[in-house]
């Protein structure tokens, strides 16, 4: 199963050697918040539907851990993406992160699997 680029919100690396960080962070959308035909009532519009994302972190080459968000909206992952930007991680694209990390689109693919069994 190869996941659609699309899918991929963000996907950050930390590489500091002093510090002897190799970690990657990211988050994948499942389902993506959105408005739908019955989000009006009486003229007022309602927060849109959240979305399911799954949040992957982990050592570069090691198990990848995750985190299913059921309830949160994609302003609220946004949120996670610039909390990690501020604490050092850098946006890579996934081209390249695959070739710093050859195995990461088969450690997501196969960690996003186990989420959506467990769904």
Request: charged share 40%; proline share 11%.
């Given at each position: 199963m190869r996941l659609n680029k699309k899918k991929i919100m963000w996907?950050?690396?930390h590489h500091d050697l002093k510090e002897n960080k190799d970690a990657v962070w990211g988050a994948v959308t499942i389902r993506?918040?959105?408005y739908q035909d019955n989000n009006y009532c009486s003229g007022f519009a309602v927060y849109p539907p959240p979305g399911v994302y799954i949040v992957f972190w982990g050592r570069r080459g090691k198990t990848l851990r995750t985190k299913l968000h059921t309830?949160?909206?994609s302003w609220d992952m946004i949120s996670l993406a610039s909390?990690?930007?501020r604490d050092g991680y850098i946006k890579i694209d996934v081209g390249k992160l695959n070739d710093?990390?050859?195995e990461f689109e088969?450690?997501?693919d196969w960690a996003v699997v186990e989420v959506k069994l467990s769904m």
């Open positions: 996907v950050g690396w993506p918040s959105g309830d949160k909206q909390k990690k930007k710093v990390y050859p088969e450690d997501l």
